[in-house]
């Protein structure tokens, strides 16, 4: 097997992190929180309960929903040259997806931890 599954769970716990941690830190949040920064300065304020908090608790997730929708479009276009190599190409997929859920979770966190 192609260990599939563990690259699955590891990725949903990497995911599952910054919304664990959003509602952890809400009681401590204020009530306007900073979005966006120019440079060092926070140039917008959203509230703590806003949308644009709530995607960035979801990136993650979008990232991994992205790599596993490209994983399929591009194993339908090279359909070929997928199964000449496909313990090969199983092996890099699930690698890539856990990077980038992995890396989109790091982002949510300092973007949250920055909030506080």
Do not use: E
């Not at 120019?38 to 929903?65: E, H, I, P, Q």
């Not at 490209?70 to 997806?97: D, E, M």
């Not at 790091?106 to 931890?113: D, G, Y």
Request: net charge positive.
């Amino acid at each position: 097997m192609f260990k599939s599954r563990l690259t699955m769970l590891l990725s949903s716990a990497a995911a599952i992190v910054p919304i664990v941690l959003y509602f952890y830190l809400y009681p401590r949040m204020p009530d306007f929180v900073p979005i966006h920064y120019n440079g060092a300065t926070a140039d917008r304020f959203v509230n703590k309960w806003s949308v644009d908090v709530a995607l960035l608790c979801l990136l993650s997730w979008f990232g991994f929903g992205f790599m596993r929708l490209l994983q399929f479009l591009l194993r339908k276009i090279f359909l070929n040259s997928y199964i000449h190599n496909v313990a090969f190409i199983h092996r890099i997929w699930n690698a890539a997806t856990l990077l980038v859920t992995a890396g989109f979770a790091a982002i949510s966190v300092c973007a949250l931890l920055a909030m506080i």
